[in-house]
């Protein structure tokens, strides 16, 4: 890995953060746990009162939100492939 590369997945990976730290509190910790923390969508909802299907949609949002700011940031060729090594 070059040092361009490696310092171009630590802007992405900080700006990543930055968006979900950005996100609305439920959306946020729902992100977190199951992106970062590897929850699966039935311990989150047991852990936080809410259904299943609540998770996932939250999750759903957190996502397009990284997806869409990450998109705004980052030059459109080197797009996909950052995104995907940080999610």
């Not at 930055?18 to 989150?44: F, N, T």
């Not at 852990?47 to 940031?73: C, L, N, P, T």
């Amino acid at each position: 890995v070059s040092p361009e590369d490696e310092a171009g997945s630590r802007i992405t990976c900080q700006r990543v953060m930055a968006i979900i730290a950005a996100l609305h509190e439920r959306c946020r910790r729902v992100v977190e746990l199951r992106k970062i923390e590897g929850w699966s969508q039935k311990d989150i909802a047991a852990h936080m009162g809410m259904s299943e299907k609540a998770v996932e949609k939250q999750v759903w949002v957190g996502v397009r939100a990284i997806r869409e700011g990450a998109y705004d940031y980052l030059e459109k060729p080197f797009y996909l492939a950052r995104l995907n090594s940080v999610l």
